[in-house]
């Protein structure tokens, strides 16, 4: 079983930073290390010989912009980097490295990464609440450089993520009960803009969901995501590349979706994975019929129905994707369900907000 690393962190937003750069430094370092080989290794194998340098440009350039984009979380960001002895350009273009190596390259070989979300509605919820779940699936090397940050700011909300080590919002709950989760896509529509974990830190700050979709949606993305934002009131995903947003709204069916695009406006999309196929269909086949719970929800995450290509990847399946960590939000409660690893292989844990 997987265990989770989880600190509480306070204060400024810089204070905040500085608290996890201390308690993580070594996986931080650690994983800017590990992240650059892995990126160079992906930009040699398509022919790409300077993504170092290209990488670091390209952070610089995201670093600025972060600052006038979200200053709080721009000083969160100098104050992990200045407590773990790292550059924050470099930090910040390798945390976002599925928009980055974007960016630089396309390739529509099908890299075989990405994640399982679902929204659940009430009306299909034991407890009539709402439920808000995923899995984060990607290079299995960093499941160990996975943490969890309660952060209890002076200003804003209280928060609770999973994310790396270093990193910014993932998948999360705020004490308003505005869930925040993500799965990747790949698209030829990319641009200089912000990354999509950055995205994520800021809109776990709002208050609504609604909120929280508007400032994506308004945003200067970099590449394609889906985005999916809830509360107690309802839920929203969004299937963004970095210039359109396709909204999918949560009605009585459950939302789900893996890695590639569902809308017909993306047509210039990544052609669809065998596992993102696969874990689309399973999981709305899990979903077609009954009534679920936290532990229903649970088990639907943990699906090992077809090996390697279930919704919960593990480790030694032997692929070069895992399942990296697990998210589940009930946003009528204010709790935040998470574990680091499979679903069915980790120790989770529960964190009441508000």
Request: net charge negative; glycine share 10%; proline share 4%.
């Amino acid at each position: 079983m997987y265990d989770l690393p989880y600190i509480t962190v306070t204060g400024t937003p810089k204070a905040m930073g500085r608290q996890q750069g201390d308690a993580f430094g070594d996986h931080i370092r650690s994983l800017v290390a590990h992240r650059m080989q892995e990126n160079v290794n992906y930009f040699a194998e398509r022919g790409i010989a300077d993504g170092h340098h290209r990488l670091l440009d390209i952070g610089r350039h995201m670093n600025d912009m972060l600052a006038d984009w979200d200053p709080e979380g721009h000083q969160e960001h100098a104050g992990i980097s200045a407590a773990a002895g790292v550059d924050p350009a470099e930090l910040l273009v390798l945390l976002n490295m599925t928009d980055t190596r974007d960016l630089i390259c396309f390739s529509g070989a099908g890299d075989d990464e990405g994640c399982t979300a679902l929204l659940l509605p009430a009306s299909r919820s034991r407890d009539d609440q709402l439920i808000a779940a995923q899995t984060w699936d990607l290079n299995r090397g960093d499941l160990q450089h996975v943490v969890c940050v309660e952060r209890r700011p002076d200003a804003g909300p209280c928060t609770a993520s999973v994310s790396v080590a270093g990193g910014p919002t993932l998948i999360g709950l705020n004490e308003h009960g505005v869930w925040v989760g993500t799965t990747n896509l790949k698209t030829r529509r990319v641009q200089s803009g912000i990354g999509y974990m950055s995205l994520l830190h800021r809109a776990i700050r709002q208050r609504t969901h609604t909120d929280a979709a508007a400032l994506i949606e308004d945003a200067t993305r970099m590449a394609a995501h889906t985005y999916w934002l809830a509360d107690e009131h309802g839920g929203v995903e969004l299937e963004c590349t970095s210039t359109t947003v396709v909204r999918r709204t949560l009605a009585d069916t459950p939302l789900v979706q893996t890695n590639h695009c569902l809308a017909e406006e993306h047509e210039d999309a990544e052609p669809p994975s065998e596992s993102s196929l696969h874990r689309c269909v399973t999981a709305n086949a899990l979903l077609a019929d009954g009534l679920f719970d936290a532990d229903g929800i649970r088990t639907v995450l943990g699906d090992r129905s077809e090996d390697a290509l279930s919704i919960s990847r593990h480790p030694e399946d032997g692929e070069a994707t895992a399942t990296n960590a697990c998210g589940m939000g009930v946003p009528a409660t204010r709790t935040f369900h998470t574990c680091r690893g499979p679903a069915d292989q980790g120790q989770w844990i529960d964190i009441v907000l508000g």
